[in-house]
């Protein structure tokens, strides 16, 4: 399977406790964004990484968001503490360079749930 | 800052027939690329179609087509032939770096047999 993976695919959580979240993006890519899709809206821009460097963090919604990138590879979203509003579907994509015009491969995202 | 409005929610079509769904943008940037993805039910989102600004040709992928306007800031989507596999939410995009990429809020489209 060479596509965009996230880990894990639903997650239950309670109020005030600290999740973290998974993207594999494709091998080789350099590019990797994360979104957050909530019910009825459109896909929010989180933050993008180029190789493991994030150039821009302004598209965190607040301090309890952030986000991380090894070896140009994996990358890890944490949300501490979290907060209901913070239920979405959280998107994952990857690709083969931060040119404008190159197609963005989604992971299947992961659903999480605060209760 | 760039905004990208999708003002049909939701939209449906017999098999067969033809749909568009309507896609606005706000810049003041003179080139950047606009994108339609699809996301089906199963939820990964997949590129349907993409258009560089400076291009005037319109791009077309097989049954889909766009109407790129630059001067009106429009860029719609023609579904030809719908099938029941095109049923998913569609999302319009729209970037001038590559860096971020900003999305409107979806047309959910139903192809009806």
């Known amino acids: 399977g060479a596509g965009v993976s996230q880990s894990p695919s639903n997650k239950v959580t309670e109020k005030g406790k600290d999740v973290e979240l998974r993207c594999d993006p494709i091998?080789?890519?350099?590019?990797l964004y994360w979104y957050r899709q909530s019910l009825g809206q459109g896909l929010e821009f989180l933050i993008y990484f180029q190789g493991n460097s994030a150039p821009d963090k302004s598209g965190l919604p607040s301090d309890r968001f952030s986000a991380e990138r090894t070896g140009g590879s994996v990358s890890t979203l944490t949300i501490q503490r979290t907060q209901q509003e913070d239920s979405a579907v959280y998107l994952c994509?990857?690709?083969?360079?931060?040119?404008?015009?190159?197609?963005?491969?989604f992971g299947p995202g992961t659903r999480l749930t605060v209760l | 800052a760039q905004t990208v409005t999708q003002s049909q929610p939701e939209m449906s079509v017999q098999e067969a027939e033809t749909v568009t769904l309507s896609c606005t943008y706000d810049?003041?940037?003179?080139?950047?690329?606009l994108f339609w993805y699809k996301q089906p039910p199963s939820r990964q989102m997949i590129l349907v179609i993409r258009?560089?600004?400076?291009?005037?040709q319109n791009a077309t992928e097989n049954r889909f087509s766009v109407n790129f306007q630059k001067a009106a800031k429009s860029f719609s989507l023609k579904i030809s032939d719908s099938q029941l596999g095109d049923t998913a939410m569609y999302f319009c995009?729209?970037?001038?770096?590559?860096?971020?990429?900003?999305f409107g809020t979806g047309t959910s489209l139903t192809v009806i047999p």
């Open positions: 091998s080789g890519h350099t590019a």
């Open positions: 995009a729209f970037t001038n770096t590559g860096n971020q990429f900003y």
């Open positions: 810049t003041s940037e003179s080139n950047y690329y």
């Open positions: 258009q560089e600004a400076y291009k005037q």
């Open positions: 994509a990857s690709s083969s360079d931060r040119e404008m015009h190159n197609e963005q491969f």
